[in-house]
């Protein structure tokens, strides 16, 4: 008998696909993950009607309110139901705050009381623990009693949920908060990952960053403004505020300390609120090993890529 290829351990590829019902990117949608039960239902709230007449969501399951209140601060909720179209024909009166919604529901009717119980604490409990948005939950239920087999169930379920609803606009249920160096099982170079540093001088600031699986991760330790400098409307002025509310940035002798390791989007969202205001990346983080520039680094890579890439015998034009 051949033998069996070795198992990777790193995560597989996975198929979304986005029905967009009414051709509209801000109207209703449908989500669904290539052989995966879920099924995902978003819509505006002017819209409610319009998602209620549907016959898929009469059954259990979880969904998420979200939208602003009277003072502007972004604010959530997580519920369950054992029939969601009568669960939000309630909300509709009494929670007159919500601007979008999400319904998750199951083929062929396979959440239950208990299942729906469960992967709403969990959620509550997910939200809570990023702290990017403020829940209207009270308090956080407790987890119901499933079998071994049925929590197994329910957190790949659960998995595969998270994987859809960042692509839903629900960012705050995107945990950026990343494990020690220590704890990294892979990166983007086999010999290890790729290190860079940001110096301030003049502001006291300082930053060490690692690239690994794809994220610009701003390491802990690393000393950032006390305060944000730029324009309160400048792109990262929000989420310089948003890591000093959620304890990613902690005061200490007049700056401001990452206290856990943080993946940002970008070099220059990394170094935006390390410098305290919009700056330029790709030319503030050089690479620790050959003190080139991010930019710089970037562009190598490229060139070298494109070069084991090129047709043999092609040549330069």
Same mark, same amino acid.
């Given at each position: 008998?051949?033998? /069996? ?5 790193? !995560?597989? @590829? ?35 009607? +319009?998602?209620?007449? &549907? ?12 939208? +602003? ?38 083929? @062929? ?5 208990? $299942? ?33 087999? +049925? &929590?197994?169930?329910?957190?790949? /379920? ?17 945990? $950026? ?7 990294s099982v892979t990166s983007i170079d086999a010999s290890g990952p790729i290190t860079f540093e940001l110096s301030t001088p003049?502001? @006291? ?7 690994a699986e794809g994220e610009f991760i701003v390491e802990a330790g690393s000393v950032a403004r006390a305060q944000w400098a ?7 002025a929000a989420l310089f505020d948003e890591l000093v509310r959620t304890g990613v940035l902690v005061a200490e002798h007049g ?10 989007? =970008?070099? =220059? ?8 205001? %919009?700056?330029?990346?790709?030319? +503030? ?22 070069? &084991?890439?090129? !047709? %043999? @015998?092609?040549?330069?034009?």
């Open positions: 008998m051949g033998d /069996f290829p070795a198992v990777s351990a790193r !995560p597989t @590829g996975r198929t979304l696909e986005l029905y967009f019902i009414d051709g509209t990117p801000d109207g209703m949608l449908t989500a669904q993950v290539f052989n995966w039960t879920g099924r995902v239902l978003a819509f505006p709230r002017t819209q409610l009607s +319009e998602a209620l007449a &549907r016959r898929d969501i009469a059954q259990a399951g979880v969904y998420f309110l979200w939208g +602003e209140d009277v003072a502007g601060e972004e604010l959530a909720y997580v519920g369950e139901s054992e029939n969601v179209r009568e669960r939000f024909r309630q909300h509709d009166a009494a929670k007159p705050w919500w601007t979008r919604a999400v319904i998750v529901t199951a083929a @062929g009717e396979s959440l239950n009381k208990a $299942h729906v119980r469960y992967l709403e604490a969990r959620l509550i409990d997910r939200v809570r623990g990023i702290g990017r948005v403020r829940l209207e939950n009270g308090t956080t239920p407790p987890w119901p009693p499933l079998s071994e087999a +049925e &929590r197994a169930n329910m957190d790949v /379920f659960l998995d595969n949920l998270l994987l859809v609803l960042p692509t839903l606009r629900l960012d705050f249920l995107v945990q $950026h908060k990343r494990e020690p160096i220590s704890a003049k502001h @006291g600031v300082h930053g060490q960053a690692r690239l730029g324009g309160p409307h400048q792109t990262y700056m401001r300390r990452f206290s856990v390791d943080y993946a940002f989007r =970008s070099p =220059s969202a990394a170094a935006a609120v390390l410098n305290g205001r %919009s700056t330029n990346g790709a030319e +503030e983080w050089r690479e620790v090993a050959t003190g080139k520039t991010y930019g710089q680094w970037e562009r190598d890579r490229l060139h070298v890529s494109g070069a &084991r890439t090129a !047709p %043999s @015998g092609s040549r330069p034009a």
